[in-house]
């Protein structure tokens, strides 16, 4: 399955929080690859004045074995190009030949409820400009993988089938992992 890239979305809108349709078709592949949902704490502004509230919010994470130290920085050079690129700034570290990174958006759009006017301005959360990076930046790694300098993560059960039961705010998906996604899968045209 070659994946796709999200649309990217309006600069200064708040984008929506993931839907399910998004996840299966985005999280799917980027899961194979070596991609998670973790858990982090973000702010949650509210409308009117008040300070803002720390809340639970779901993250996409990776982290990239590279070959070197020097490998590993030229990857974080691209990952920031990727991140100036599209205006996205997630959170990452080095170690020696490890890269690891955590996204989500700051500022999402929240969805409706039943009170308008308890409703803060923007949540944090995933959303399709966190698949978009995730799968630009996954796309940017197979170079690294084609050329020897890094090492394709051990994903899933070897041979037979895994479901993994994945959350991400209030939507479930399952997704089947079959071992880790060939190169050739991830020759993506758009970087
Ligand atoms: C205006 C500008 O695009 C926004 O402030 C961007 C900057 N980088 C960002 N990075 C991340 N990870 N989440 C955001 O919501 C975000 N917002």
Redesign the pocket.
């Not at 996204?103 to 500022?107: E, G, K, P, S, W």
């Given at each position: 399955m070659i994946p796709t890239l999200p649309p990217r979305t309006a600069?200064?809108t708040y984008p929506p929080l993931v839907s399910q349709t998004e996840l299966e078709t985005y999280l799917t592949p980027l899961y194979r690859a070596g991609w998670w949902i973790s858990e982090t704490h973000g702010h949650l502004k509210p409308s009117k004045e008040g300070n803002p509230v720390t809340v639970p919010v779901s993250q996409m994470s990776r982290q990239y074995e590279l070959k070197s130290f020097k490998s590993a920085i030229q990857f974080v050079n691209d990952l920031a190009a990727i991140c100036a690129e599209e205006?996205?700034?997630?959170i990452f570290s080095v170690d020696f030949n490890k890269v690891s990174v955590h996204?989500?958006?700051?500022?999402a759009h929240p969805p409706p409820t039943s009170k308008p006017t308890s409703q803060p301005h923007s949540i944090p959360g995933i959303t399709s400009r966190d698949l978009r990076f995730a799968t630009r930046l996954e796309s940017r790694f197979r170079s690294y993988l084609e050329a020897g300098n890094a090492v394709q993560p051990d994903v899933g059960s070897k041979g037979g089938e895994m479901w993994q039961p994945v959350s991400v705010h209030e939507l479930h998906i399952p997704i089947r992992i079959e071992g880790s996604e060939t190169l050739e899968a991830w020759q993506c045209p758009y970087i």
């Open positions: 600069a200064k205006r996205h700034h997630p996204v989500f958006t700051h500022t």
